[in-house]
């Protein structure tokens, strides 16, 4: 019954089995995370005393935000802003949206020729990729200042966004009853209308609310390069010190993006 | 020797789990605690390390009074209780070893916790269990790979490396099937013979109990209705500890709470008709 | 029979009456935003031409300042890595008051969703600008910020796996008579070690997009030489670097998915 214990009576020894290949490759890989680690906090000259003097400065910072600037003034540009910030997500959602169902379409496997689906998913990297703040800064410089900026850059990111789960949405379809349109003699439109378009629309508006919510939270922040909205008046009051204004610019950002959250949360439940 | 006197538990919900339950279990004697679900079985084990804080009385293992312990004092009086679970309660992300080896964890540094380095005799003793349970060549395989039987036999190996003075084991085979059930009563009850320790079973099924224990004590809405040996469980006494009828006098042995002969002769009830009550 | 159809009919038309209604608010918000901003239609229609025009004065790219830019991508992906460790520090403690079935009290729960929220619903580029003020510009004050804006994300996901644990997994370690310290390292770690591992090198994969825009506002990162191009319109060295930061984007996303795939 015991194996290998009748041949002698050494004590056994155990190690715990490693989730790498061997502990060579393990202390290998450990070695490598750890040079990385300190040799950024090295290169990125991470002191201590810097640390420290900053926390100093960031009591000054916070003493300065205090209190909130509420002249009725400021808080009526604020209130534009805020409408402004919530009337470029709309637009820039619904265009997004139109512009991401061509790039869905021919992301999806199971519906789209195989160098469509290439450029699709090249499309969907490159606007994944790209940090929406860089998009806004060439949208000002091409389009000038402004909201039509930010709509653009908006539009770009949601491309990435929702094609790539859209297009995931797609492959999942049941292919069974496309197939049985197909046999009536059905164009490749009628067979995207009749076959596949009933089976997607709830998970389509689910998506469409989602990405919603995330463009109210880009679009807080795109005016810091010029694109319109809350972040205008942010980039506009932090280069002239007004600390106190700041203070109130940053709490409407964070009461828009949570009603924006709930909203969605809401919207997206009842859509199930 | 495990002493309990006029134990009782009362949740915070107001339920009386536990009222007034003593007995004395020493030896190397199997005893099977039966009743009907609720009745308390699964609080009265709890309360003998305190898994469960006991409202009321005390619990004595050998001579150390475990009611009224302090944490440290309490973690390692735990050392000497091995429990087997239900739903084996086994750590199942780690290895087979690791789980094994955890039954040695009071008897460790944190740091070499850690380390996983434990001493060499506790690796060998957990080798032997192992092969014991019949789980040779398994050592390193992860505890969610395992089956129900499977992770009992670990269990149970993780409740005898610590070398207890008594084992514990709270429905041990209520998640498994019929085969797989007697494999584990057989294993607790033989645990009990080599090991030289009383072993104290919470089961629902009064066949296993009857088939397997020496001793067993009858549970009723939280309290000792019957304690005796297992030859001793009549239909009536039966009818008392399921159905709360009333005891007859003569079966019941309510508050005697010796070790029964198994004790002095060292053999456990026979378990000789195998095929009967299948 | 009848009455049962009736039913069921009215309900379905309670039901479209709901999505027509929806329809139909979501497209007046949206025409309203339209008219809210107030842009004209030749301004917009003419933003293809203008975007197109700029594509081509990026063309060809200037492949040969690529040298220059390997440094501060090097420093992009390090602000990852230290912003990412410093946040999975300070997320645990979060994570640990803002999972129900371990948090100490209501005031430490709310605390701990307090936390979780501010730091999500500030945007990295925020936070580098309020660290900036206080480290002073580089890309100190953008690892803070990356770290910070973290915080929530790390702590909002552990949390939720907080309370997924399986406490008869602790409860049999707690039997055979182990202290805090061993429950902890026994008996929970395991539990939520796979989740730990995933999430933090997920997030390290979003911060290494997100450290290329820290330089905008001067807190570090390959960002500052991005904008200097597009400052003094060196179109051709600005997609040079936007095809880097895409290379590096896609490997570390490559490196974060592995990884996630590894550990279970």
Redesign the interface.
């Known amino acids: ?3 290998g ?1 009748g041949t002698s009576t050494d ?7 490693t ?1 790498f290949r061997n502990r060579y490759t393990k202390w290998a890989v450990y070695g490598a995370v750890l040079a ?2 300190v ?3 090295a ?4 002191t201590p005393g ?2 420290l003097s ?2 100093g ?2 009591y000054d ?1 916070i003493d300065s935000m205090l209190p909130p600037e509420t002249g009725s003034e400021n808080v009526a540009r604020l209130v534009d802003r805020m ?2 910030t ?3 997500a ?2 820039a959602t ?1 265009s997004g949206i139109a512009l991401s169902l061509p790039v869905a379409l021919g992301a999806a496997e199971n519906l789209s020729p195989r160098p469509t689906y290439y450029l699709s998913r090249g499309i969907i ?2 606007s994944r ?3 929406g ?2 998009v806004a ?3 000002v ?3 000038g200042f ?3 900026a930010g709509i ?1 850059a908006i539009s770009f990111k949601t491309i990435g966004f929702f094609s790539k789960l859209f297009a995931e949405d797609l492959e999942d379809v049941d292919m069974g009853g496309v197939e049985a349109i197909e046999a009536t003699g059905a164009s490749r439109f009628q067979r995207l209308v009749y076959g596949v378009v009933p089976q997607v629309v709830p998970r389509f508006a689910g998506l469409a609310v989602y990405r919603w919510d995330i463009n109210i ?1 880009s679009s ?2 795109v005016g ?2 010029g694109a319109g909205g809350l972040g205008v008046l ?1 980039q506009r009051s ?1 280069s002239r010190y007004e600390y106190d204004y700041v203070a109130s610019i ?1 709490m409407a ?2 009461a828009v ?2 009603v924006a959250e709930v909203v969605s949360a809401v ?1 997206r439940r009842r859509v199930q | 020797m495990l002493e309990t006197e006029n134990l009782g538990k009362t949740y915070p919900t107001g339920d009386e789990a536990l009222r007034d339950v003593s007995v004395r279990i020493g030896g190397r004697e199997v005893v099977a605690m039966i009743g009907p679900s609720g009745a308390g079985k699964s609080t009265f084990v709890r309360c003998i390390n305190r898994l469960v804080e006991p409202t009321t009385g005390r619990v004595r293992l050998d001579d150390r009074e475990l009611t009224g312990l302090g944490e440290d004092e309490l973690r390692n009086a735990r050392r000497d209780v091995g429990m087997v679970f239900q739903e084996y309660n086994l750590v199942e992300r780690l290895t087979v070893m690791e789980n094994v080896l955890s039954g040695r964890l009071g008897y460790v540094s944190n740091w070499a916790a850690l380390r996983r380095d434990f001493p060499p005799e506790d690796v060998e003793r957990a080798y032997e269990l192992l092969e014991l349970v019949g789980l040779d060549d398994m050592e390193n395989k992860r505890v969610d790979e395992l089956s129900g039987g499977q992770r009992q036999r670990v269990g149970i190996a993780r409740a005898v490396v610590q070398e207890p003075k008594i084992v514990l084991a709270d429905e041990p085979t209520s998640s498994l099937d019929p085969e797989t059930s007697r494999d584990v009563m057989e294993l607790l009850t033989d645990i009990a013979v080599d090991r030289n320790v009383p072993v104290v079973i919470n089961i629902h099924e009064v066949d296993l109990a009857e088939r397997y224990a020496d001793r067993i004590l009858g549970l009723h809405d939280g309290e000792l209705v019957f304690d005796g040996p297992a030859a001793d469980l009549t239909e009536e006494s039966k009818g008392v500890i399921y159905r709360g009828e009333e005891p007859p006098e003569a079966t019941t042995r309510i508050g005697t709470s010796e070790p029964t002969d198994a004790e002095a002769t060292g053999r456990r009830a026979e378990p000789e008709p195998l095929s009967a009550e299948d | 029979m009848a009455g049962t159809t009736r039913d069921w009919t009215r309900f379905d038309t309670r039901e479209r009456l709901f999505r027509i209604g929806s329809v139909v608010v979501a497209a007046a918000v949206v025409i309203g935003s339209w008219e809210w901003l107030d842009m004209s239609l030749r301004y917009v229609s003419s933003a293809p031409l203008q975007v197109g025009d700029l594509l081509g004065r990026m063309y060809p790219p200037d492949w040969g300042y690529l040298p220059n830019a390997v440094g501060p991508l090097a420093e992009t992906i390090q602000i990852a890595v230290v912003g990412t460790i410093g946040a999975v520090l300070m997320a645990a403690p979060v994570a640990y008051i803002s999972a129900e079935n371990t948090t100490p009290n209501r005031a430490t729960y709310a605390l701990g969703k307090l936390i979780v929220t501010v730091s999500r619903s500030v945007h990295t580029i925020v936070w580098a600008l309020l660290f900036v003020v206080m480290f002073g510009p580089g890309a100190l004050a953008g690892t803070v910020a990356t770290a910070v804006r973290s915080i929530g994300f790390l702590a909002k996901l552990l949390g939720e796996e907080i309370e997924e644990i399986d406490f008869g997994q602790v409860e049999g370690v707690r039997a055979t008579g182990a202290g805090p310290f061993k429950l902890l390292v026994y008996g929970i770690v395991p539990q939520i070690k796979p989740a730990l591992v995933g999430v933090s090198v997920y997030r390290w994969d979003i911060n290494v997009r997100a450290a290329t825009i820290l330089g905008f506002v001067g807190a570090g990162g390959i960002g500052v030489q991005l904008f200097e191009a597009i400052d003094s319109f060196a179109w051709r060295t600005v997609s040079a670097l936007l095809f880097a930061i895409l290379a590096v984007v896609l490997v570390s996303e490559g490196i974060s998915a592995y990884a996630r795939r590894k550990v279970r």
Do not use: K
Request: charge should be positive; glycine fraction near 4%; hydrophobic fraction near 65%.
């Open positions: 019954m015991a194996t214990s004590r056994r020894t155990w190690r715990r089995p989730a990385l680690v040799w950024s906090v290169s990125l000259r991470i810097r640390f900053g926390l400065y960031g910072l409408i402004e919530i009337a470029m709309m637009i619904v990297s490159v990729a790209i940090d703040l860089i800064i060439i949208a410089i091409a389009l402004g909201p039509l653009v939270r807080t922040i810091i390069v942010l932090y940053l950002i964070i993006v949570l919207v």
